[in-house]
């Protein structure tokens, strides 16, 4: 009897033992999944700016939009706008801005985001050529100074549209790092 009661023990044990480790497996798992769940979310999200003229833009537009996660100087202490410049069902143009009214002054102007199908006419791309996400090879052109400074801009293209984002006096490291944001949703 007695050695039956341990048998009997030994075996809640091990069942106990294997119960627990499957819970903990389990419970990895979801919080697993829901971390992936949780970062495809976020990594479909465009950067908070653009969300009141999304809307605008899908309307208006045919081609695939491509808006970046990350945007220079955008870490909270300089409010950025989103200002569409054009929208038609080929093209978008967009300004990016320290003010809601900005016209593209450089006093309150950040850069800009643009695309358009990619036709017969649509000159070769030129520029130093920079890897991007998913293979794709942009083509970076520096900014000059005269009075006041140009865009840095890149551009690449994808699936029959040409993309571009530009940034005032900017760099090239911040702009591939927000050109790589836009191609890996």
């Not at 976020?42 to 695939?64: D, N, R």
């Not at 900014?143 to 140009?150: H, K, L, R």
């Not at 293209?157 to 490291?173: E, H, I, N, P, W």
Request: proline content about 5%; some cysteine.
């Amino acid at each position: 009897m007695i050695f039956s009661i341990r048998n009997t023990s030994a075996v809640c044990a091990v069942f106990l033992l294997v119960s627990v480790s499957s819970l903990h497996e389990s419970a990895i798992a979801t919080i697993d999944k829901q971390s992936q769940l949780i970062a495809q979310q976020s990594k479909t999200q465009p950067h908070p700016v653009f969300k009141s003229i999304l809307p605008k833009l899908k309307q208006k537009t045919q081609i695939k939009i491509l808006l970046p996660k990350f945007i220079p100087e955008s870490d909270g202490e300089n409010r950025i706008y989103a200002i569409i410049e054009a929208a038609t069902k080929n093209k978008y143009d967009i300004l990016l801005g320290y003010s809601p009214d900005c016209n593209g002054a450089s006093a309150c102007r950040l850069g800009v985001l643009s695309a358009e199908a990619v036709t017969r006419k649509t000159p070769r791309l030129t520029g130093k050529p920079v890897s991007l996400a998913k293979g794709v090879t942009g083509y970076f052109v520096d900014f000059t100074c005269g009075a006041g400074c140009s865009d840095a801009t890149l551009t690449w293209r994808q699936q029959s549209v040409q993309y571009v984002v530009g940034l005032k006096a900017g760099d090239r490291t911040s702009l591939i790092k927000m050109a790589n944001s836009a191609i890996n949703p």
